[in-house]
């Protein structure tokens, strides 16, 4: 399997010897040693996966997943450290990680990961070209209920404008899903669609993922960056969770949202940038004004157009819909074919109120994939919850279910308690402790 690989590590020598490694296995490799390189890079070439170091001179590889995936989201990274860390393996795999290494425990593992790597790369790209065209904005939006025809109908008419957009609605309820829609099926879809979560980043570093910094502006800013809003000029800005905005930062969006002008972090000279603003919150803002948490001025600038997106318990119609698109979605990526879905694998779907609503019913979709048997999907792929939905008494207890669904994601995941962890909600402290409880290994 040829592809090519881009290796990002200021190790001079450790650099050329990962280099000279994975070259002998065919693949087309290239080499950065700073962060701002790599990026140069990856505009000029067509990258499958990328070897990172996390501690780079110029980056923190744990934060340059999420800039990477997020302008080319087919490829995917690997981050290796000297170092091991918990909390910075948690947080790269939620920012999009392939996986986490630690760099002379790990070595052996390094040529059939980016193998791995790289076959599913190549299979997010190949469904990303079939896609193309098909999946474009509104049609991206599955389901038939009237809560939902609702919400979309608001949606297609606001995208014609050039109105600042609020999503609210319950986290998981696909509101990222209608901001790229709306920038789908505006005037500005050819240019960048740029979205950030507010809540994902400390003050300092969302001001300078927005804003943008000059060089020595704060400890670690050792080059000059370009921020989300100069990123967004001309096409749209999404912010994500903006309930969680520091109150400092919502004076200096409110002044971007009158005058299109802000000032990077160190700099005195103003800039400008048009941008269309989509925002969303799962917080009930105005209340949030009443406990001095958002401001009142902000949440008028930004409510001009306002869309509720329903939670999926109010749209029970749309929920076997979703879940046939989730099982094709999956399955594909599963390489599975000739699947079988009995009845009673919807009925089971229908019982649950889904609290963490299409989010958590697209994860429940690929576990059960993963725990099927003989390519059927029915109740027994949903022991969580075909167990907590059952009148009857169960013969087997919460805790073997639990166990045996750990042991058969561990076994799919071939032992790699990070994407375990993803697969199965929790963080990673609480998989290893459930391991240790039921004396897994």
């Not at 050792?222 to 969680?244: P, R």
């Amino acid at each position: 399997m040829s592809g090519n690989i881009l290796i990002i590590d200021d190790e001079i020598k450790l650099l050329k010897l990962l280099g000279m490694i994975l070259s002998q296995e065919n693949f087309n490799v290239r080499e950065a040693s700073t962060a701002r390189s790599a990026m140069t890079m990856l505009e000029q070439y067509d990258f499958d996966v990328v070897l990172s170091d996390v501690r780079l001179p110029d980056a923190f590889g744990v934060e340059l997943v999420k800039s990477i995936k997020a302008k080319y989201p087919h490829l995917e990274i690997i981050l290796m450290t000297a170092f091991g860390n918990i909390t910075d393996a948690v947080q790269a795999m939620k920012n999009g990680a392939y996986d986490y290494l630690v760099k002379g425990d790990d070595n052996e593992k390094i040529i059939p990961l980016v193998y791995k790597a790289l076959e599913k790369a190549q299979d997010n790209k190949s469904r990303t070209t079939q896609k193309t065209g098909v999946q474009k904005g509104f049609k991206q939006i599955i389901g038939h209920s009237e809560v939902i025809l609702q919400a979309k109908k608001l949606a297609e008419r606001v995208a014609l404008t050039d109105a600042t957009v609020l999503l609210t609605g319950e986290t998981g309820t696909g509101k990222e899903v209608f901001a790229h829609a709306i920038h789908e099926g505006s005037e500005r879809s050819k240019n960048n669609f740029v979205a950030i979560n507010c809540s994902a980043f400390s003050k300092e570093i969302l001001e300078s993922e927005l804003f943008g910094h000059k060089q020595g502006s704060f400890t670690g800013a050792i080059k000059d960056k370009k921020g989300l809003v100069e990123e967004a000029n001309g096409g749209t800005l999404f912010l994500d969770e903006i309930g969680e905005m520091p109150l400092e930062l919502q004076a200096k969006l409110l002044r971007v949202l009158e005058t299109k002008e802000f000032i990077k972090m160190g700099e005195t000279k103003t800039s400008k940038s048009d941008f269309r603003l989509i925002a969303a919150t799962n917080r009930d803002l105005e209340e949030e004004i009443k406990q001095g948490h958002f401001r009142e001025d902000l949440y008028f600038r930004l409510n001009v157009f306002e869309i509720t997106l329903p939670p999926l318990r109010e749209r029970k119609e749309d929920l076997k819909l979703l879940a046939k698109n989730f099982i094709d979605s999956f399955s594909q990526k599963l390489h599975l074919s000739s699947i079988q879905i009995s009845p009673e694998y919807y009925k089971t779907l229908e019982k649950n109120d889904w609290k963490g609503n299409i989010r958590e019913l697209r994860n429940t979709i690929e576990r059960s994939l993963i725990l099927m048997n003989n390519d059927t999907l029915d109740a027994e792929s949903l022991p969580y919850y075909s167990a907590k939905n059952s009148s009857e008494n169960d013969s087997f207890s919460m805790k073997s279910l639990e166990k045996e669904h750990i042991q058969k994601v561990l076994h799919y995941t071939k032992g790699n308690k990070a994407e375990a962890a993803r697969l199965l909600e929790i963080g990673i402290a609480t998989l290893y402790r459930k391991l240790e409880e039921y004396g897994l290994r």
